[in-house]
């Protein structure tokens, strides 16, 4: 099936640094979703993007719709202890049952140190 | 209240128990979903329902049994499990069976022992 390729897996660092992490796939998605997911938890909605060179923002995130539709970046400003978690991004290719589900990335790890 | 609850958020079953996991959404949402999330590997879509008719199973073996009722209300019942299949198990919602926005449940952590 689809893949797509989150990185970087992990990153540790320090509170207040700015945080950047992307995903592609080989495919073009005309929908990109980034998610945060707690330990223990379900993944919870961060942004939504539907448009081609889109850049949207959630407080200190922003995201991005790639323009060549084939990948979406997550930045993160000024981190904070609780941005810990994993962060997934996850696409969907278009309209039609199969064609319109949602691929998910592996993930990225986050740790924040204070 | 949360948008989609799952209950319960732990279980530990033997290979010969019947289990049944619940997901309710309260979000007025048409479409439902059950995902496997490993260690280490992608979310695994299992099954989905779009008005309350199952669109898409994922090749997911029988021993996984899901049932919508109505819109509301998704079950996924467990039996004859292996150990292989402890996970988190999470339940989503959408509007539409286009898998827009889904928004997820807090899961449900399975052992099989």
């Known amino acids: 099936g689809q893949q797509l390729n989150q990185s970087p897996q992990s990153m540790f660092i320090q509170e207040g640094e700015d945080v950047s992490m992307n995903c592609t796939s080989s495919s073009i998605f005309n929908t990109w979703l980034w998610y945060k997911q707690d330990p223990g938890e379900g993944p919870v909605l961060l942004i939504a993007?539907?448009?081609?060179?889109e850049l949207t923002s959630n407080g200190r995130l922003t995201a991005q719709f790639g323009i060549t539709r084939k990948d979406s970046f997550l930045n993160i400003s000024a981190s904070i202890p609780s941005d810990v978690g994993i962060y997934f991004c996850a696409g969907r290719m278009g309209r039609g049952s199969t064609l319109g589900r949602l691929y998910f990335g592996r993930g990225t790890q986050l740790t924040v140190w204070p | 209240e949360t948008g989609v609850t799952q209950t319960p958020r732990h279980l530990v079953m033997g290979m010969t128990n019947k289990k049944s996991l619940k997901c309710e959404q309260h979000l007025g949402h048409n479409a439902m979903y059950w995902y496997k999330q490993s260690a280490k590997k992608p979310l695994e879509l299992m099954f989905v329902?779009?008005?309350?008719?199952?669109?898409e199973n994922n090749s997911v073996p029988s021993r996984f049994s899901p049932e919508c009722p109505n819109s509301s209300h998704l079950f996924l019942h467990l039996h004859t499990l292996q150990p292989e299949d402890s996970a988190l198990y999470l339940c989503?919602?959408?509007?539409?069976?286009?898998?827009?926005?889904?928004?997820f449940g807090q899961g449900t952590r399975l052992t099989v022992v």
């Open positions: 989503a919602s959408s509007q539409g069976q286009m898998n827009t926005e889904a928004f």
């Open positions: 993007l539907y448009k081609a060179g």
């Open positions: 329902y779009s008005l309350e008719e199952r669109v």
